[in-house]
C-alpha cells in the first residue's frame, strides 16, 4: 500500500504539491486526476524517490521511502510518461539488463523472454534493436520489464499516450487484472473515459492541493452532478482554466470525506 503524509513540494515560489495526505489500500486500482501543471507527475517521482519533498513522508508496503529507500524501490515498479530504453539492445537483452538490477534470477527472465514477449506481441521482434520498435511496442516492452521483478506497487505516468486501441485495450485489462491480483495501482491519466472505466477510486488535484478523493459516483453524489467524471472533473478544477464555477457551486468545499 501507499501511504502519504503531508507532502509537499515547492520550486522556488511555485507550489507544485501542497500538504498531501493521501493512503491507496493494497489492491486498490487508483487514478489521480488533475490538470497540466497541478502537481501529479510531481507527485509520482516523490513516490518513487525521484524527487525529494520539502515536507512529508511517503511509505510503500510499511517501508519509509526516506529511511529505506532500496527496500521500498524493490517492490516498485514505475513507468513514467517518457520511459527510458536503452535503443542498442535488443528486447531479451534489455530484460536481461533490468533482471540484473533487480536480481531477478535469470531462468525468470528467460521465461519473460519467451511468455510475456510472446503475450505482449513483441515475439517477432527478439532480434530487432529497441531503437527500431515502433512507439506502441516500446510500450509494452517498458511493461514486460516493469513486471519483471513482480512489484507490489505500480506508479504509472500517463499509461495510454500514443497506443494503439488493441494496446490500450490490453494496458487496460492487464492492470484491472494487477489490481485483483492484489497489487496496488497508482496512475496519473488525462483520459477521464478511461479513469471512469478502470479506477476504483480517483483523486482530483487542483494547484497542488487535494481537492476531491472518492469513488467516482460518491463525487457525483456530493456534488449533485449527474453527468459523467468530465462533469465533476470541470466543476472542480474551473479555477486551473479561468472559467467560472457552475451556478450554486461557487461555495462547494473540497470533497475529501
Same mark, same amino acid.
Given at each position: 500500500?501507499?501511504?502519504?503524509?503531508?507532502?509537499?513540494?515547492?520550486y522556488g515560489s511555485?507550489?507544485a504539491v501542497i500538504d498531501?495526505n493521501?493512503?491507496?489500500?493494497r489492491g486498490e486500482l487508483?487514478c489521480?486526476?488533475?490538470?497540466?501543471?497541478?502537481?501529479?507527475?510531481?507527485?509520482?517521482?516523490?513516490?518513487t524517490g525521484l524527487v525529494h519533498?520539502d515536507?512529508?513522508?511517503?511509505?510503500l508496503?510499511?517501508?519509509d521511502?526516506a529511511?529505506?529507500?532500496?527496500a521500498?524501490?524493490r517492490?516498485?515498479?514505475?513507468?513514467?510518461?517518457?520511459?527510458f530504453l536503452?535503443?542498442?539492445l535488443?528486447?531479451?537483452e534489455?530484460l536481461?539488463?533490468?533482471?540484473?538490477?533487480?536480481?531477478?534470477?535469470r531462468?525468470?527472465?528467460n521465461?519473460?523472454c519467451?511468455?510475456e514477449l510472446?503475450r505482449f506481441g513483441?515475439?517477432?521482434?527478439?532480434? =530487432?534493436?529497441?531503437?527500431d520498435?515502433?512507439? %506502441?511496442?516500446r510500450? +509494452?516492452?517498458?511493461? $514486460? @520489464?516493469?513486471?519483471?521483478? #513482480?512489484?507490489?506497487i505500480?506508479c504509472?505516468?500517463e499509461?495510454l499516450?500514443?497506443?494503439?486501441?488493441?494496446?490500450?485495450?490490453?494496458?487496460?485489462?492487464l492492470?484491472k487484472?494487477?489490481a485483483?491480483?492484489?497489487?496496488?495501482?497508482?496512475?496519473t491519466?488525462?483520459?477521464?473515459a478511461? =479513469?471512469?472505466e478502470?479506477?476504483?477510486?480517483v %483523486?482530483?488535484l487542483? +494547484?497542488g492541493?487535494? $481537492? @476531491?478523493?472518492?469513488p467516482i #459516483?460518491?463525487?457525483?453524489?456530493r456534488?449533485?452532478?449527474?453527468?459523467?467524471l468530465?462533469?465533476?472533473f470541470?466543476?472542480?478544477?474551473?479555477?486551473?482554466y479561468?472559467l467560472?464555477?457552475?451556478?450554486?457551486?461557487?461555495?462547494?468545499?473540497p470533497?475529501?470525506?
Amino acid at each position: 500500500m501507499i501511504e502519504i503524509k503531508n507532502l509537499s513540494k515547492s520550486y522556488g515560489s511555485v507550489h507544485a504539491v501542497i500538504d498531501l495526505n493521501l493512503i491507496v489500500p493494497r489492491g486498490e486500482l487508483f487514478c489521480f486526476l488533475g490538470p497540466n501543471g497541478a502537481g501529479k507527475t510531481t507527485t509520482i517521482k516523490m513516490l518513487t524517490g525521484l524527487v525529494h519533498p520539502d515536507a512529508g513522508s511517503v511509505r510503500l508496503c510499511g517501508f519509509d521511502l526516506a529511511r529505506e529507500p532500496l527496500a521500498a524501490r524493490r517492490l516498485l515498479g514505475y513507468i513514467p510518461d517518457l520511459p527510458f530504453l536503452y535503443e542498442r539492445l535488443t528486447p531479451p537483452e534489455f530484460l536481461e539488463f533490468v533482471g540484473d538490477l533487480y536480481g531477478v534470477d535469470r531462468n525468470r527472465v528467460n521465461q519473460a523472454c519467451d511468455e510475456e514477449l510472446t503475450r505482449f506481441g513483441l515475439a517477432d521482434h527478439r532480434r =530487432a534493436l529497441v531503437g527500431d520498435l515502433s512507439h %506502441g511496442m516500446r510500450q +509494452r516492452l517498458i511493461y $514486460v @520489464a516493469t513486471f519483471l521483478h #513482480d512489484p507490489q506497487i505500480l506508479c504509472i505516468d500517463e499509461p495510454l499516450v500514443g497506443l494503439d486501441p488493441y494496446t490500450i485495450r490490453m494496458i487496460k485489462d492487464l492492470l484491472k487484472a494487477k489490481a485483483r491480483s492484489g497489487v496496488t495501482v497508482f496512475l496519473t491519466t488525462h483520459i477521464l473515459a478511461v =479513469a471512469e472505466e478502470i479506477a476504483d477510486r480517483v %483523486g482530483i488535484l487542483s +494547484r497542488g492541493r487535494l $481537492v @476531491a478523493l472518492g469513488p467516482i #459516483d460518491e463525487l457525483k453524489k456530493r456534488h449533485d452532478i449527474k453527468g459523467d467524471l468530465e462533469s465533476v472533473f470541470l466543476m472542480l478544477t474551473a479555477d486551473d482554466y479561468g472559467l467560472p464555477v457552475s451556478p450554486g457551486k461557487e461555495n462547494a468545499a473540497p470533497c475529501i470525506p
